[in-house]
């Protein structure tokens, strides 16, 4: 079994030594330096020049459509799917935490983001601007009705597998890709984002992130949850501050993704 893990990055940063682990460079059809040994996201059929709306999404189509290992996977130059975050890099999954996994579940993702006192749908709107969620649930009443009831009950759940980082046999990666560039895609012809500022513009990868749980639940798929290592300090006082104060204070800047 081929195993082909890969890190979405737009700079140089430390990677992995272990094989599976290929770094991809998002946004290569606009950003210049392509680091060495980093895979572009601009060859074969891709979307790179996507990247300021789609953001590590233009790394996932490129997997969908250039990859061809039996199990595919997306993790962040700055958070990865772990086995021991306390090891940092050595402590990420090896192809054999993998291969045993994917031989009790179907998929593997981050354990679950609680939001606790907001569900999913305020969370994101009083984070984000709101039409674009909205527009979601119109193409998926018009496109994917039988995902609507799925999709509903997620938005009132407080908590979801975030961030964009899974790993699955190549069957279940590229079908899910494929469902969801089909929404995203349309959504980008209802919504007109030309006035959002640099951090809003990277909407369709907010909106993925509220996506994988429905499909992955319409699906049927069981999942291996696992914790994330994040390379870097997260600053968990100032996360719960500013989700308070989105909350409370919804009319206040809006941040998140930080």
Known sequence: MSIQ??????????????????????????????????QSDNTGDNISIKNPNFNELTAIY?????????VKGIVQYRR??????????????????????????????????????????????????????????????SDYPDYLADYDRLMHKTSAH?????????????AYAQWLFSILFKVETMVDISQYGQQEARVFGYLSELLLDVWLTHQQLSRAEVPV??????????????????????????????
């Open 162 to 174: 975030m961030f964009n980082m899974m790993i699955m046999p190549a069957k279940y990666f590229d």
């Open 62 to 70: 490129w997997i969908w459509k250039n990859c061809h290992a039996d």
């Open 5 to 38: 893990i890969y890190v979405a990055a737009h700079k140089p940063y430390q990677m992995p030594a272990n094989k599976i682990y290929q770094p991809i460079f998002v946004g290569a059809a606009i950003n210049g330096g392509l680091p060495v040994h980093y």
């Open 229 to 258: 290592m994040y390379m870097e300090k997260q600053q968990l006082p100032v996360k719960a501050y500013n989700l308070l104060k989105r909350k409370f204070f919804p009319q206040a800047t809006k941040r998140t993704h930080f």
């Open 80 to 141: 990865y799917l772990a086995a021991d975050p306390k090891q940092q890099l050595n402590g990420i999954l090896s192809e054999a935490d993998i291969e045993q996994l994917l031989a009790q579940r179907d998929v593997i993702v981050p354990k679950k983001r609680n939001y606790y006192i907001e569900t999913n749908y305020s969370h994101y709107i009083h984070a984000h601007h709101q039409e674009p969620l909205d527009t979601v649930r119109q193409v998926i009443v």
